[in-house]
């Protein structure tokens, strides 16, 4: 899968200036959903304000009980302390999961940095194993990238 067909039109959503930032993360989640064949669940977490956890922000997918986030806790808050990408090609292979589905096979998580700080995420999941490239990675860090932009 070639990404780059698709980053002018993530462009394209950030530069929407008459929609409101939780519409065009929807977009970008929609866009991304419909898009990558193994891209089943995206969808975007924040820092919930001082607290030490994440909350759901705007998604595309099954519905999820997990709203809120502990940092630390499961993929998304591993990431939320490490600061790194995480790339899961198994969850069934991890101790510190949060199933959010029985069909969700692997995961991605990739921070979003504004001023060098740490305010978010944007997650995978796959329904197929093992299907995340290091293409993902590069393509998921740039929408982060033009996340970040838009948010500064």
Same mark, same amino acid.
């Given at each position: 899968m070639t990404f780059d067909p698709l980053k002018p039109q993530i462009k394209t959503? /950030?530069?929407?200036?008459?929609?409101s930032t939780n519409e065009r993360l929807l977009s970008i989640c929609s866009l991304l959903e419909q898009q990558i064949p193994h891209y089943n669940w995206v969808g975007f977490y924040f820092k919930n304000g001082d607290k030490n956890e994440l909350k759901l922000g705007p998604y595309v997918g099954a519905p999820t009980d997990h709203t809120i986030i502990p940092f630390g806790k499961g993929i998304c808050g591993q990431v939320a302390v490490s600061n790194k990408n995480f790339v899961v090609p198994d969850v069934s292979a991890q101790d510190n999961y /949060?199933?959010?589905?029985? +069909? *969700?096979?692997?995961?991605? *998580?990739?921070?979003?940095? *504004?001023?060098?700080? +740490? /305010?978010?995420?944007?997650?995978?999941?796959? +329904?197929?194993?093992?299907p995340f490239t290091a293409e993902d990675e590069r393509f998921l860090e740039f929408v982060c990238e033009e996340v970040a932009m838009m948010l500064a």
């Open positions: 959503i /950030i530069n929407q200036t008459t929609a /949060i199933a959010c589905s029985i +069909n *969700v096979k692997a995961e991605i *998580v990739i921070p979003l940095f *504004v001023n060098g700080e +740490n /305010i978010g995420q944007i997650d995978i999941d796959s +329904n197929t194993a093992d």
